[in-house]
């Protein structure tokens, strides 16, 4: 089975992920651009991180026949400190224009601020500009009102259905992306997120189309090989291997090659 792992930070995993992924089969992955972890207090921190995703860390991934694409943004767990993200944003344009970067992302809520939705915005007609999809982070807390406000903000800016994944979606919020015309991805991710299971039931209740599972893989308890676990328990359901690969490969793959950044990969 090929594997596209659509959303991962790799930059907080050690090597030896690499190999474990590429061993179940992940052959191409997506980076978003994260947060630091801690407030951040120079631009050029997040400047100095997205090249790292966009250049270190690809080659890092490249010893293990992976290929990896990032998504670049200020991320909204850093937005509502409007000095620093008016600094970052001023800074970006290169950044998404580098020929790895094939989309804008993780943009979107984790308060549900005002200063949050101005990030956002500023970031989507970014992404619009540039003709790259977008890579929406869903808040952790109120979840189903930060989605229903993210849709909103993104059909006021007229962004097409295809262009746009909310991510960190759960059973609740599936059908109202997906009613909306968005792409909803899940993060399968111990404790605090899906497990395998829950992912699995998702894909059965709601489909494979425009939905994608990920590890979302980074310091916290985590998993890189989240997404082969959901293969195993959509075989073990007896779910088509035509239907797995459609969502575990054709879908990433379809919806970031968008950017016209991605080749054929063999």
Not at 76 to 87: H, K
Not at 129 to 145: F, T
Request: glycine letters at 6%; aromatic letters at 8%.
């Amino acid at each position: 089975m090929r594997i596209f792992e659509p959303h991962v930070h790799m930059y907080a995993r050690v090597t030896d992920d690499y190999e474990r992924m590429a061993l179940a089969g992940v052959e191409a992955t997506i980076e978003p651009a994260f947060w630091l972890g801690q407030p951040r207090t120079h631009a050029g921190t997040a400047l100095d991180y997205f090249s790292h995703l966009l250049e270190y860390e690809a080659t890092r991934a490249a010893t293990w026949g992976i290929q990896l694409f990032a998504a670049i943004a200020l991320n909204p767990r850093e937005a509502n400190n409007r000095p620093l993200a008016d600094e970052i944003l001023a800074r970006i344009g290169p950044f998404l224009d580098h020929p790895r970067c094939v989309a804008v992302g993780e943009v979107g809520f984790d308060q549900t601020t005002a200063e949050e939705e101005r990030v956002l915005r500023l970031q989507v007609e970014m992404a619009l500009k540039k003709r790259l999809p977008i890579l929406v982070h869903a808040p952790h807390r109120d979840k189903k009102a930060g989605i229903e406000r993210t849709i909103k903000v993104l059909q006021e800016m007229k962004v097409p259905g295809d262009w746009a994944i909310i991510d960190h979606s759960v059973e609740e919020t599936t059908p109202l992306i997906l009613d909306a015309g968005y792409w909803a991805g899940h993060s399968v991710y111990p404790v605090t997120k899906l497990t395998p299971e829950r992912a699995a039931n998702v894909v059965q209740q709601c489909g494979v189309e425009r939905v994608m599972v990920h590890s979302a893989a980074d310091w916290g308890h985590s998993d890189p090989l989240s997404v082969p676990r959901v293969i195993l328990e959509l075989r073990k359901r007896g779910v088509p291997r035509a239907t797995i690969q459609r969502l575990v490969w054709d879908n990433p793959y379809s919806f970031y090659a968008r950017s016209g950044k991605i080749p054929a990969i063999p």
